[in-house]
């Protein structure tokens, strides 16, 4: 099982990025998927999810401003993240939500908006 994420960096508040996670190891397109984010000395938080039917949800503080999307012919999930403000700095992560044996986890990308 992988989950890879990969495509953040350092930007400027206003600016966008665009995360990519390629699965591998599992049946994606029957998978829900999310992306997480954990800045340093707060808990992991949920950003965005897709369902296996394309069902979306955003947490309230990422609303208007990232869309998740999802290709299951690429086994791939994305973030776009627009507008990007300073508080949207952390690690995000991609997962494989699982909420009854608990989620699988990829390695994080660093996401860095400052000025």
């Known amino acids: 099982v992988q989950l890879q994420a990969s495509g953040g960096g350092l930007v400027q508040p206003g600016g966008s990025l665009r995360l990519s996670c390629a699965a591998s190891?599992?049946?994606?397109?029957?998978?829900?998927m999310g992306w997480y984010r954990q800045a340093p000395g707060k808990q992991r938080e949920l950003v965005a999810r897709i369902g296996n039917d394309g069902n979306r949800n955003y947490a309230d503080f990422v609303k208007g401003r990232f869309t998740i999307s999802r290709d299951n012919a690429k086994n791939m999930v994305y973030l776009q993240m627009n507008n990007l403000k300073p508080e949207d700095s952390a690690l995000y992560y991609c997962?494989?939500?699982?909420?009854?044996?608990?989620?699988?986890w990829g390695h994080g990308t660093e996401v860095t908006v400052s000025s």
């Open positions: 190891g599992f049946t994606f397109s029957s998978s829900v």
């Open positions: 997962a494989r939500i699982l909420p009854l044996s608990g989620n699988w």
